[in-house]
């Protein structure tokens, strides 16, 4: 079959049983594949083709299997079923010489980059020797070409390639100095153009700038006694052998991906709830059992991602950290945008799907709400293979703050997760335990009936009994003690949480100051963010009241309520003098805010 490409002067002739690169992800490796078939279905060129796998597309976790280190130009016979065997003529750059060894055979010290070697196949699980008759050509492989090359070898590239804005000289020299492919040509004038760019005083940014943690020296110290035990298990980032009282959200969600990730579609799911309530940690359990049962070759192999919007600076950071956990590259938010869109929208044969977890989704909200839209319209492209999961706060976030066209696209698929009863939370704190008898049992009761009052925040729960298990540690050496977290140790901890600086300056403020917190809380609610304006919260105090009986206050006056409130570092004001426009964050939680003014 001979293929002509725009922007060639030559024709490419490929021929069944020849060995082909195919254009994918990263330009430097692209796939290697061996045509099977060649036919035409009327519009376009296709291509049926047995796959290798480079050393770059296996696992890092799974190159172990290998007991050596991989050789650079070393590829695998690839037989795992997760692929598309039949491709566009057009993404085909090239043919490539590919040699068979034996598996005792050491590689050659070759220089040629464009001779790959096959020892073994690979099928996502493990390795083995491979026939020669799958491997070698039908035909004798076509002579490397001198320069210039000869038409049958001449290479193909994608419409769409790098561009060659450096003009026909910049790219006769490149041509002159590299082969004749266009890629070549392309990476030559990128190199010069960077190095045009760099100056003599240019400074260069030191190896290892950014600071990090380092890793531990010693092992960590293993827990002296019961009370230790129990504390190390009822921490938050402990992950529990099992998650209690979320069973069928855990099927729910469990049903949703796994159908997905099967099917090789995409979809999105939208899980709402109140802090504390387990969405996420259900989520990340779902994404471990998924995963083992991909590594058990149940369903086929997926990639997962997670970001999250409370640890970005912008929210058009998401596209950047959603291309560096996707491929390993660096990018400019505009520019991981437009990849992204790319990755996403054009079919690629080897694609594997992708589940992208987005939490504290609130966060990412943007005037245009652009972010949002293409979080949720990306999985509705025919091969993007994206199964989007986001997570917010707010039950009925989508209709109060996306306008329709991004709602829509989220879909009706929805998840409330409710807080948790005492019983739950009870049975929360014993699974943690697992037996461990560190709590009288009208101790954890008193706990679980305190928080699920409140909040039903399990994460609050937790933080209490870690806080009693050290007082009653504290107090061991009174003759009287038991050695167990009792009551009177809880409502130490509950006297210690409910009677901070904060709730007591809450209490004793104004009747206007505690009404001005009952507004901000208000606002919060009705916009589904962690944030509002002067304005928007002084629309809601006014109307507070006029519900109370009150006389409703000015402009002027309700700046002083805000700004004396500010002082007592309760609200976090904008330092600007935009006055009315000026934004306002709760610096304390909704919780002690409301336990604070529930006695008013």
Known sequence: MAISVEGLPRTTVIKTGQHILIEGDDEDNPYVAKVVKLFSDGESKKAVVQWFARVSEVPLSKLKLLGREPHPQEIFYYEGRSCDDEVN?????????????????????????????????????????VDSALVE??????????????????????????????????????????????????????????????????????????????????????????????????HVSSVPESL??????????????????????GGCMYISGVPGTGK???????????????????????????????????????YVQILQKLTGQKATADHAAALLEKRFSNPAPRKETTVLLVDELDL???????????????????HARLVVLTIANTMDLPERIMINRVASRLGLTRMSFQPYSFKQLQQ?????????????EDALQLVSRKVAALSGDARRCLDICRRATEICEHSAAKPSATGLVGMSHVMEVLNEMFSSSYITAIKCASVQEQLFLRAVIAEFRRLGLEEATFQQVFVQHQALCRVEGLQPISVSEGLAVCQRLGACRLLLLEPSRLGVLQRVRLNVSQDDVLFALKAD
């Open 428 to 440: 929360i704190i014993m699974s943690r335990l697992n037996k461990v008898k560190a709590f009288e």
């Open 137 to 234: 050509q039908d035909r004798p492989p076509c002579p490397k070409p001198s320069l210039p090359p000869s038409p049958p070898c001449s290479p193909l590239v994608r419409r769409g390639r790098a561009t060659m804005s450096a003009g026909k000289a910049g790219a006769a020299e490149a041509e002159s100095l590299h082969s004749a492919t266009k890629l070549s040509a392309s990476k030559c004038l990128s190199a010069k153009r960077r190095d045009a760019s760099i100056t003599p005083g240019t400074p260069r940014t030191p190896h290892r700038a950014t600071p990090s943690i380092p890793s531990r020296s010693l092992p960590a110290r293993q827990p002296a006694n019961v009370l230790e035990e129990a504390r190390t298990r009822l």
């Open 280 to 318: 996420t940690a259900t989520v990340h359990e779902v994404m471990r059992c998924l995963q083992h049962a991909a590594d058990v070759d149940e369903i086929p192999p997926f990639h997962f991602i997670e970001i999250n919007g409370m640890k970005m600076t912008d929210p058009h950071q998401a």
């Open 364 to 382: 990412l909200w943007t005037r245009k709400q652009n972010v949002m839209y293409n979080l949720f319209d990306w999985p509705t492209r025919r």
């Open 244 to 265: 209690p009282c979320r069973e069928q959200e855990f099927q729910d969600i469990y049903s949703f991906v796994e159908s997905k990730i099967v099917d090789g579609t």
């Open 89 to 129: 003529a057009e993404s085909i750059l090239r043919p490539v010489q590919v040699k068979h060894l034996d598996g005792a055979a050491p590689f050659p010290d070759s220089v040629d980059k464009d001779t790959l070697y096959v020892k073994l196949s690979w099928d996502s699980k493990t390795f083995r020797a």
